[in-house]
């Protein structure tokens, strides 16, 4: 009787120091740590840690890391989104799934590669970007290829009334790779747009 209620007493101490120890890690790892890191990135990156929020005039106009829908012939256009009923949604981010057989997919492309170039009026030729007639994964990609971008670049300069030679350049100007030196260059679609209406 005395060694049942020994083991018992133990058995509660064992389980008191669990939950103290859960308590304390809790406290470390869910409350201190999150607010150090949080205070330190706000310090030492606040634009980044903040959203890379992007504001005109005082206005909040979106943020660099996510894709919107630019639809004006005056503008650069972004890829394809799949996230949400009319792509764009930062809640609904996700792409379509399709794999690159799916007959729905490649009508899809297809159609999207005609669009392109039927609103830039390029020739049936030239090739199109795949970026540029598929979705991302996350369906919020705010970048697309310089290539892309250059291909757009005779409508833009028609509806603004600028030359295409310096929208070629800015551009140029404006791709970048990742870190400097990953991947193919990149513009974004966004800060480009921005650019483009500081244009005088």
Request: glycine fraction near 8%; avoid cysteine.
């Amino acid at each position: 009787m005395v060694f049942k209620r020994e083991k018992i007493i133990k058995m509660i101490k064992t389980v008191v120091r669990s939950l103290l120890l859960l308590i304390i890690l809790i406290i470390i790892t869910g409350l201190i740590y999150p607010l150090v890191i949080t205070g330190i990135s706000r310090i030492a990156f606040h634009y980044k840690s903040t959203g890379s929020l992007i504001y005109t005039d005082g206005k909040l106009i979106g943020s660099e890391l996510i894709g919107q829908d630019f639809k004006g012939p005056e503008y650069f256009h972004p890829r394809p989104s799949a996230a949400g009923q009319e792509g764009y949604d930062s809640m609904r981010s996700q792409g379509s799934n399709y794999a690159a057989s799916n007959e729905e997919f490649l009508t899809m492309v297809s159609d999207r590669a005609d669009e392109f170039r039927k609103e830039n009026q390029i020739d049936a030729d030239i090739a199109i970007p795949a970026d540029i007639v598929t979705a991302s994964g996350s369906g919020l990609d705010p970048h697309i290829s310089v290539e892309s971008a250059l291909l757009q670049v005779s409508r833009i300069a028609r509806a603004r009334n600028i030359s295409p030679e310096s929208l070629h350049l800015l551009v140029i100007e404006n791709g970048r790779r990742q870190y400097g030196f990953i991947g193919e260059p990149v513009v974004n679609v966004l800060k480009l747009n921005l650019l483009l209406d500081n244009i005088k």
